[in-house]
């Protein structure tokens, strides 16, 4: 998923594949999806 265009990217992506696909790690995904202005969708509990 690293080279991939954003265009063919899942709408929804879970912590792993945010990282990948921005290559960062998984702690910075987290840390983004943490953020209040990025949009996330929790499912779950």
Do not use: C
């Not at 879970?14 to 921005?22: I, M, P, T």
């Amino acid at each position: 998923m690293s080279k991939e265009p954003f265009e063919t990217m899942p709408d929804v992506m879970d912590a792993k594949q945010l990282a990948e696909a921005l290559q960062i790690s998984k702690a910075g995904a987290y840390n983004l999806l943490n953020s209040p202005d990025f949009p996330t969708l929790r499912i779950g509990g």
